[in-house]
């Protein structure tokens, strides 16, 4: 296991790499070119920059999140070829520059889904939040007007404000997209890519749909053990696997967070380890602190369970709560991750030692 935090980088993100080194738990980080568009190349030289100064501040870079998939390469558009050898190349020069773990999502027009960004607990931090409700609520072009007032002044990465101007037109790009569609043109996608991914030993890790369901109409595919064990067995490769995020197939109370993990052993590349607290059976939930008994999962039952299939990969706190008076995109403050990442390793050295004795 490898502690990580997620860094946007420098001038995107308000924690410093001098401030994550100096956790101590934290060894790696998660980082990506900040202003690349989907379908564009990631030049090795701007890779390599990247990649000094991080080493520079005493870290190194475990892995990419993300290196984003277009519209046309989800679609299926006739477009996609050319951004899907963009796609290579990128992945190329990644593997050149010795950086071996790429996630990325396949969800259609919203990355992901919450209908707060701030919503305030009872000591005063703010969390993010989802109810069905407010969702059901509201036509999906004013989705981001809604949470745009809370993102404290950030460009949140899927929820960019161009992005977002255009999503009557986005949604009329998948309207004709079913989930069957979907898988079609992720198998696609994973097919043209696994070569380069072999050839520099790259581990693709998708992340689930959050939350697991579909929500305004769209298409939602990586959302359970199923959908996943298909998505695995359509490509059969290692270097075609999952990012195990607790907050996303936790959106689901009919995913077994533990039996999962267990069932995808060898392909989980990459964790995302976050708790999440219900309120109202799946309708209404927040994220809550990293530890079990803030929260609904068993967080050491999913440890247990990651240390078991012998999970080597990167790991990262998930989202964090606000707290301290501090100021950062929402879910990516220093305060509540690195609270979330001592715990962690708390819990892995716990398990690691238990399991030796
Ligand atoms: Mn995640």
Redesign the pocket.
């Known amino acids: 296991m490898q502690m990580t935090m997620r860094w946007y980088g420098t001038g995107h993100d308000t924690v410093t790499l001098e401030q994550i080194r100096q956790t101590a738990y934290v060894k790696g980080v998660i980082t990506m070119l900040y202003d690349k568009m989907p379908g564009e190349v990631w030049e090795l030289d701007e890779i390599l920059a990247l990649k000094k100064e991080v080493e520079d501040a005493g870290l190194y870079i475990a892995g990419i999140e993300s290196v984003n998939v277009s519209d046309a390469i989800k679609t299926g558009s006739p477009e996609r070829d050319k951004d899907i050898d963009a796609y290579i190349k990128s992945l190329e020069n990644l593997g050149k520059a010795d950086i071996h773990m790429v996630c990325y999502n396949f969800m259609p027009v919203f990355d992901w889904t919450r209908t707060e960004l701030a919503r305030k607990r009872a000591d005063g931090t703010t969390v993010l939040a989802y109810t069905q409700k407010a969702v059901d609520a509201i036509n999906p072009e004013d989705m981001f007007g809604s949470i745009a007032g809370d993102m404290n002044g950030t460009v949140m990465p899927g929820w960019e404000p161009e992005r977002m101007a255009k999503v009557k037109e986005l949604f009329e790009l998948y309207k004709d997209i079913d989930s069957e569609k979907l898988f079609e043109n992720l198998k696609y996608f994973l097919e043209a890519i696994m070569p380069v991914c072999d050839k520099y030993d790259i581990n693709m890790a998708i ?1 689930p749909d ?1 939350p697991a369901w579909s929500v305004f109409g769209l298409p939602r595919i990586i959302i359970n053990k199923e959908n996943v064990l298909r998505m695995m067995n359509m490509v059969p490769n290692k270097h075609n696997g999952i ?1 195990f ?1 607790t ?2 197939y936790g959106t689901s109370l009919k995913n077994n967070l533990p039996d999962m993990i267990r069932a995808l052993k060898g392909r989980i590349h990459f964790a ?1 380890l976050r708790n999440l607290k219900f309120n109202d059976g799946e309708a209404d939930f927040e994220e809550s602190a990293h530890l079990s008994s803030d929260g609904t999962f068993d967080m050491h039952a999913i440890v247990r369970a990651l240390y078991d299939i012998g999970f080597d990969g990167p790991i990262r706190p ?1 989202h964090g709560r606000m707290m301290w008076g501090e100021v950062a995109m929402p879910g990516y403050g220093l305060y509540d991750r690195a609270l979330g990442a001592a715990y962690l390793c708390g819990l892995w050295e716990a398990v690691e030692k238990e399991a030796k004795r």
């Open positions: 992340h959050d990012t995020c907050g996303s995302h998930d």
